[in-house]
């Protein structure tokens, strides 16, 4: 205890706070209060859904990769980095449909892209790039995207892209 309590003091000296660690049931914590928590304030961002630019690109600049990703692929961090890389899906989701809703396609487009490289496999993303470029009369693109979900689905899946992602493809190909 004593060790701890010595280990505690110079930690809280090295971080210029005496509140920016706390101890709590034999457990030690960052005060959030005292100390900025990049995890914290992603966690703040993905709780709604945003739709301007600069906080977008603020949850992605907070989203650097899986959850300490410098560190050895060790069984422990597996369910938090696939907590947060889940809590970002949701939140490209949310802040592509409002988007949507918006009429700021160019906007969903950059974003869903950018999902896409977060999970190259999240169907979603690529049915709501679809109607995005859709919306405003890029249909080859729209055709490019569903060849590019068939493709990835096909290679990693061994499957074909579900019937909504179908319809909208099936749509463009159709004479008006």
């Not at 990049?38 to 966690?43: K, R, V």
């Not at 919306?135 to 493709?151: G, P």
Request: with cysteine.
């Amino acid at each position: 205890e004593e060790a701890l309590a010595i280990a505690l003091h110079r930690l809280r000296s090295l971080l210029g706070a005496s509140d920016a660690v706390t101890l709590r049931n034999n457990r030690l914590s960052l005060n959030p209060e005292s100390v900025w928590l990049d995890l914290s304030a992603f966690e703040r961002l993905t709780d709604r859904a945003v739709a301007t630019t600069p906080e977008v690109k603020r949850v992605f600049d907070l989203y650097r990769g899986g959850f300490l990703a410098q560190e050895p692929d060790e069984p422990w961090l597996w369910p938090r980095r696939e907590w947060l890389r889940s809590r970002l899906l949701r939140h490209i989701m949310r802040t592509g449909k409002l988007l949507l809703e918006q009429q700021c396609y160019q906007e969903a487009i950059e974003l869903y892209e950018r999902g896409l490289d977060v999970d190259e496999l999240a169907e979603e993303f690529y049915s709501a790039l679809m109607s995005a470029h859709i919306a405003i009369k890029q249909h080859n693109e729209a055709i490019s995207v569903y060849r590019r979900c068939e493709k990835t689905l096909g290679a990693v899946w061994g499957v074909r892209p579900s019937a909504e992602t179908d319809t909208l493809y099936y749509s463009l190909r159709s004479p008006k």
